[in-house]
């Protein structure tokens, strides 16, 4: 629902999606999950869309530290919203 909501540009009710789903999947677990950062990603590409750049990079640093702790590298999803954040900060060389 949070990524229909996102193309739709109802960016308040996508938000509030993403962080139901972090919610119900930690609740399940009874911990932080792993899989997490794919909803914070996804918060972070929303606040890039909104353009609100900082709130953008707390939550793809969150995502960043979450697909690390399971991994030696960093999904292409969240690369692609860290090259978007650089290119909105006007980071040009970062963002390549």
Known sequence: MGDIKLKLNKFKEAESYYKKAIAIKQEA???N???DWIELNKLGRLKL???????AAVFIEQAITKYKE??????????????LLYKQKREYKQAE
């Not at 869309?49 to 709130?55: A, D, F, R």
């Open 29 to 31: 677990r009874n911990q």
């Open 33 to 35: 999950s792993f899989s």
């Open 49 to 55: 869309e909104e353009g609100n750049i900082k709130e």
């Open 70 to 83: 399971k991994n030696n590298d960093i999904s292409w999803k969240i690369i692609y919203n860290l090259s």
